[in-house]
């Protein structure tokens, strides 16, 4: 019996031993970019001081708890930076031999990242859903893990279709942002075969969004502002801008249904969406937290997720045998959204369903039945290889 368990005890050691001798540390960094900003409309919008940074600490401990049995350690470094040191923040992090990076940005500075990382780094994109980035400014060493403003808009637009809501009143805002998610709405009620029977623009005058729009001038400005529009189903808002989308519902001239930035939103997760394994995550997070789940959080969960898997399937942290693997047909993570995601290797975005959320639950989830795709019926969402504009992959 004691020569047994010399026997087990020696076998340990040496599955111990084994298991040193291959450690594999994989050392990763979120980036974060924190620009200036109005507040919010509503106060439940207020941005945490750990917003992303908390999805990236339950990730941590996802990749963790299956890394412990194959002998590896990820460690994340969690920088928040402004755009002015962005290029000394940077410069810091890749001295320091950090070749795995997830960026929260917006699109001119994740391409500074990108660009000046350069090849040897695998950048993956958290938060920005510029649509440039990923058609003909697209890097070869940039993945997106957030949804562009076109898959969004296709999300909302498949609803809109599969209720019959073909017939769409457009109000966007005045900024650039507002006009570019106008021209996502554009594009995608062409693609699915909606009639955008009206348009207008909600000016931007600038001020408090608080103190210059309380609900009783809302309550009177509104209804003027939409009187008189074509016959529609549907109004969709295009509001990056967060000017006033919110105060659409339950103040139209004529009421009906809306969706976009306000009512109906396309989001990449919500507190209250509970389906496929979600309730497990949204605790975890909550436990962890202090508080609700907001997207970024998810986002940047589901980078550091993306990482995690490549690292465990291959037992490398190499970023261009990880870039080769992620981008394969081999790979797929679960993301609480019914199905399995993975990326589309022709521009590097990852392919993922969209929730459409009233706030409180979880409405519907896109695509919608119907919609097919000779690949995947994921890529009804945005854009499509044929329209791409992007080289960077395929050289």
Same mark, same amino acid.
């Given at each position: 019996m004691k020569g047994f368990a010399r026997f087990v005890t020696s076998i340990a050691c040496l599955i111990g031993t084994a298991i040193s001798a291959y450690a594999l540390e994989i050392n990763t960094a979120v980036l974060r970019v924190d620009y200036p900003s109005l507040l919010p409309i509503s106060r439940f919008d207020l941005t945490p001081d750990d917003i992303g940074f908390a999805g990236g600490v339950l990730a941590d401990e996802d990749n963790q708890t299956t890394g412990n049995f194959m002998g590896m350690t990820f460690a994340t470094r969690y920088v928040a930076t402004s755009p002015e040191e962005l290029d000394e923040t940077?410069?810091? *992090?890749?001295?320091? #031999?950090?070749?795995?990076?997830?960026?929260?940005?917006? /699109?001119?500075?994740?391409?500074?990242?990108?660009?000046? /990382?350069?090849?040897?780094?695998?950048?993956?994109?958290?938060?920005?859903?510029?649509?440039?980035?990923?058609?003909?400014?697209?890097?070869a060493n940039l993945l997106h893990v957030a949804p562009s403003e076109m898959m969004l808009a296709d999300a909302v637009m498949q609803f809109a279709i599969w209720k019959q809501w073909n017939e769409v009143f457009l109000i966007q805002g005045s900024n650039p942002t507002d006009q570019a998610l106008g021209?996502?709405?554009?594009?995608?009620a062409t693609k699915f075969g909606a009639d955008i029977v009206?348009?207008?623009?909600?000016?931007?005058? #600038?001020?408090?969004?608080?103190?210059?729009?309380?609900?009783?001038?809302?309550?009177?400005?509104?209804?003027?502002?939409?009187?008189? /529009?074509?016959?529609?189903?549907?109004?969709?808002?295009?509001?990056?801008?967060?000017?006033?989308?919110?105060?659409?519902?339950?103040?139209?001239?004529?009421?009906?249904p809306v969706m976009g930035s306000g009512g109906l939103r396309p989001v990449t997760m919500h507190a209250a969406h509970e389906a496929w394994g979600a309730t497990q995550f949204q605790r975890r997070f909550e436990e962890n937290s202090g508080r609700y789940v907001q997207e970024a959080?998810?986002?940047?969960?589901?980078? *550091?997720?993306?990482? #995690?898997?490549?690292?465990?399937?291959?037992?490398?942290?190499?970023?261009?045998?990880?870039r080769e693997y992620i981008l394969s047909d081999a790979f797929e993570l679960a993301a609480f959204k019914g199905r399995k995601v993975n990326f589309r290797p022709w521009n590097g975005q990852l392919r993922q369903p969209v929730l459409l959320t009233d706030s409180k639950l979880t409405v519907s989830v896109s695509p919608?039945?119907?919609?097919?795709?000779?690949v995947s019926t994921l890529d009804t969402l945005g854009l499509d290889q044929p329209e791409s504009a992007c080289t960077a992959f395929t050289q």
């Amino acid at each position: 019996m004691k020569g047994f368990a010399r026997f087990v005890t020696s076998i340990a050691c040496l599955i111990g031993t084994a298991i040193s001798a291959y450690a594999l540390e994989i050392n990763t960094a979120v980036l974060r970019v924190d620009y200036p900003s109005l507040l919010p409309i509503s106060r439940f919008d207020l941005t945490p001081d750990d917003i992303g940074f908390a999805g990236g600490v339950l990730a941590d401990e996802d990749n963790q708890t299956t890394g412990n049995f194959m002998g590896m350690t990820f460690a994340t470094r969690y920088v928040a930076t402004s755009p002015e040191e962005l290029d000394e923040t940077l410069r810091g *992090l890749l001295g320091d #031999g950090i070749d795995l990076l997830v960026v929260m940005a917006n /699109a001119q500075d994740l391409l500074t990242v990108a660009d000046q /990382a350069g090849p040897d780094v695998l950048v993956l994109n958290a938060t920005s859903r510029d649509m440039s980035v990923r058609d003909d400014q697209c890097r070869a060493n940039l993945l997106h893990v957030a949804p562009s403003e076109m898959m969004l808009a296709d999300a909302v637009m498949q609803f809109a279709i599969w209720k019959q809501w073909n017939e769409v009143f457009l109000i966007q805002g005045s900024n650039p942002t507002d006009q570019a998610l106008g021209d996502a709405y554009r594009r995608a009620a062409t693609k699915f075969g909606a009639d955008i029977v009206e348009e207008r623009e909600f000016e931007d005058t #600038g001020g408090s969004r608080r103190t210059d729009t309380g609900h009783v001038l809302v309550q009177r400005q509104i209804p003027v502002f939409t009187q008189g /529009a074509e016959d529609h189903d549907v109004i969709i808002a295009a509001d990056n801008s967060d000017l006033f989308a919110l105060y659409l519902p339950y103040h139209l001239w004529t009421p009906r249904p809306v969706m976009g930035s306000g009512g109906l939103r396309p989001v990449t997760m919500h507190a209250a969406h509970e389906a496929w394994g979600a309730t497990q995550f949204q605790r975890r997070f909550e436990e962890n937290s202090g508080r609700y789940v907001q997207e970024a959080d998810y986002e940047v969960w589901l980078a *550091l997720r993306v990482i #995690g898997e490549a690292v465990i399937r291959i037992n490398q942290a190499d970023p261009a045998a990880l870039r080769e693997y992620i981008l394969s047909d081999a790979f797929e993570l679960a993301a609480f959204k019914g199905r399995k995601v993975n990326f589309r290797p022709w521009n590097g975005q990852l392919r993922q369903p969209v929730l459409l959320t009233d706030s409180k639950l979880t409405v519907s989830v896109s695509p919608q039945d119907g919609f097919l795709h000779q690949v995947s019926t994921l890529d009804t969402l945005g854009l499509d290889q044929p329209e791409s504009a992007c080289t960077a992959f395929t050289q």
